[in-house]
């Protein structure tokens, strides 16, 4: 099993601010995955987070926006730049080990005003 | 037409009831995933199947891969079951083993 640490849980922004959520990995894995969930929908991939190269980017989301860190195996950022109220999501990181079941940080919850 | 489909959209059951959310998918899969969400955000996996069927206590999950369905039952439900049920996918095949492509979400609401 994995124990992933995600923060923050929750934030409100200012619009035209930037966040940065982290998640942390108690084990390492190859990739990470940052979804976005906007309100009454389900989850859609924005990125997957390689360590050691960068990262793979959806068709409609882009690097400038959404910029990812993945410094080692068990620890990765998104960044939510210039921020609209149309980013007002929950921003969820997961990892799936070969064979294994899905493991998901507890979500940020994000408010842009 | 989205590549997993999740029925009921809404369900709504009193305590005790037998549930059953379906998901039906248009792709070859590596494994199907049921997932479990609750109001904070926070999501669980419930099961992970590539074939036949699963047991946790009162949930049980099966697949057919042939008809591309999976079903997730929830027996003697109870109204801490109450929640949005996902259904989600790691595609066959491809180099990123693990990205999930997911259903739309089934809410569940059960009534004491």
């Known amino acids: 099993s994995a124990v992933i640490s995600q923060k923050p849980s929750r934030d409100i922004c200012q619009r035209g601010t930037s966040l940065t959520i982290q998640c942390q990995v108690d084990?390492?894995?190859?990739?990470m995955f940052w979804y976005r969930q906007q309100p009454g929908q389900s989850l859609t991939l924005i990125a997957t987070a390689n360590q050691g190269s960068e990262a793979t980017y959806e068709s409609g989301f882009v690097i400038d926006k959404f910029p990812i860190s993945r410094p080692n195996l068990t620890f990765s950022t998104l960044t939510v730049s210039n921020m609209s109220p149309e980013d007002s999501s929950i921003y969820l990181c997961?990892?799936?080990?070969?064979?294994?079941?899905?493991?998901f940080g507890q979500g940020t919850r994000l408010t842009v005003v | 037409k989205n590549e997993v489909e999740q029925s009921p959209q809404n369900l709504t059951a009193q305590e005790g009831e037998f549930i059953t959310i379906n998901c039906s998918y248009s792709v070859g899969i590596s494994a199907l995933h049921w997932l479990q969400q609750h109001p904070g955000g926070g999501i669980v996996s419930l099961f992970m199947l590539s074939s036949g069927k699963k047991k946790h206590g009162r949930l049980i999950a099966t697949i057919n891969i042939q008809e591309k369905h999976s079903s997730l039952h929830i027996t003697a439900s109870h109204p801490r079951d109450s929640a949005v049920y996902i259904c989600a996918f790691t595609n066959a095949g491809g180099t990123s083993y693990g990205k999930l492509t997911f259903g739309q979400g089934t809410i569940l609401t059960v009534h004491p």
């Open positions: 084990s390492q894995v190859t990739m």
């Open positions: 997961s990892v799936v080990y070969m064979n294994t079941e899905a493991f």
